[in-house]
């Protein structure tokens, strides 16, 4: 085992794995790089764009390193965490997945709990794959780190460190409200826009010239259903809780603005839209 | 009254009128353009970011132009247009609303209805007044005609040849079938975004922390809901029967996303949002 920190591993060199992989080089945190794929069409295409300097098996890759950074899917990530945990001595272990509560409850009773630092980066594309990995990623953006209190003082230490040359802002947060949250700022744009877009597309069935009209404002709202079911099936299947609270008060505030139409209540609907205004202050 | 085309007005220097404006400046469309402008704030504001070169009462502005633009809330539009129509000669009237029909339908049996040119050009962004009105507005979208056949040919050649000079793709439309399609590329969106809005700041009453962790993706659904109720009340209004149809469609597509949440069910799951991913054909 080479406890050195600068030897790092990337398990899942995909959008977030493959993004920290450029960030890692660029600032000089890593010597060398190794990449743990299970896609071999995806491997490949990590060592072409360089990301990663080389591509090994799990194991012999844990071996190597003095970290792990899981970048997987969430439901499997909580396998391989738990994988991981029963190799590493002193590596320092880290998740950048979208849900947190599930993953710490499933390896709280583990005897080397304190090597593992669960966080989220809250940055991310409608893209997947090494292709879909580009420079700059991360930056000036928030890095939830969820119950640190479980983790060794060094691993937290280095983890927090590093997030933070890379241009993060680092906020701690219990893995349960950092769920709830998360439902809110990120899971229900994604519900919506799957949604909106196969609103759009039922009614291309009949009438193929909808999209020349198109505009910025609807690609906006719609790019996120381009996002990997892969990834957004667990997502939503582990928080479903949130989710599901966050969905039916969106659907509530839709049915609002229907009863407006519906009565030609101009006064309301002018009230509901002062109210939306006030993301302003949220969103410069 | 000067008929030289190259003498114009734009009544309501905003965010459209006033991106405009910059457009025919910089494509040298024009020798002279008039501002007419109800809200004495942003008259001065079009004045000293020299968007137009002079600001005047309407009836002076329409006999000293060739070409009288509308830049106006889609309510307004309706009742100025008239007066318009009633001043001009043979001057060229169009308007730049996001909807059509009641439009087309309240000027149907005018005298004057050929020198009307009913326009939607489909750009915009979440802002308004002079101060957003932005260089390069247009390129490379698409504006609709509608009803081309009911305006006389030099008018509508006119407002063609300029779109195009702009950099607009020009699309011909009956007035209904532009609703209809708007309501879908463009209105919904916007309802989509004011209910997101909602949903979130309702929730942020009792948790100030959870815009700390708001992300790029939250950005872009919900942007949108900073548009302003002067402008998006008349468009939903008047655009109602087909807006309250998307909305309820796109209700149903989110219940579909609820209920496979409510019962675990991860291949319906997967289902819509491989079906989703599907607007990748259309989004580039």
């Given at each position: 085992m080479n406890s050195e920190r600068k030897m790092i591993t990337i398990v899942g060199v995909g959008l977030i794995g493959g993004s920290l992989a450029i960030r890692l080089h660029e600032k000089k945190l890593c010597t060398k790089l190794i990449g743990v794929e299970a896609n071999p069409e995806h491997a490949k295409q990590a060592l072409e764009l360089e990301l990663v300097d080389e591509i090994l098996p799990l194991d012999e890759a844990i071996d190597q390193s003095g970290v792990i950074i899981l970048a997987l899917p969430v439901d499997v990530m909580t396998n391989i965490l738990l994988v991981v945990l029963d190799k590493v001595k002193d590596q320092i272990v880290m998740d950048v997945g979208s849900t947190k509560d599930l993953l710490i409850k499933t390896v709280a009773k583990h005897p080397r709990r304190g090597r593992f630092v669960a966080t989220h980066p809250m940055w991310g594309t409608e893209y997947n794959g090494p292709k879909s990995a580009v420079k700059n990623a991360f930056e000036n953006k928030v890095v939830v780190l969820c119950n640190p209190e479980e983790s060794d003082a060094d691993a937290r230490q280095w983890v927090a460190g590093m997030y933070e040359k890379i241009g993060m802002q680092v906020l701690e947060m219990e893995a349960k409200a950092h769920d709830l949250?998360?439902?809110?700022?990120?899971?229900?744009?994604?519900?919506?826009?799957?949604?909106?877009?196969?609103t759009v597309l039922e009614k291309e069935k009949e009438d193929e010239a909808i999209f020349a009209m198109a505009s910025?404002?609807?690609?906006?709202?719609?790019?996120?259903?381009?996002?990997?079911?892969?990834?957004?099936?667990?997502?939503?299947?582990?928080?479903?809780?949130?989710?599901?609270?966050?969905?039916?008060?969106?659907?509530?505030?839709?049915?609002?603005?229907?009863?407006?139409?519906?009565n030609d209540d101009e006064e309301y609907l002018k009230r509901l839209i002062e109210e939306a205004n006030r993301i302003k202050k949220i969103l410069k």
């Open positions: 949250h998360a439902a809110y700022v990120s899971h229900i744009s994604h519900v919506t826009s799957f949604a909106l877009a196969n910025s404002g609807f690609e906006s709202t719609v790019r996120l259903a381009k996002s990997h079911p892969a990834m957004w099936v667990p997502i939503f299947l582990q928080n479903k809780e949130n989710v599901l609270d966050v969905l039916k008060e969106h659907i509530t505030q839709l049915k609002r603005f229907k009863e407006c139409l519906e």
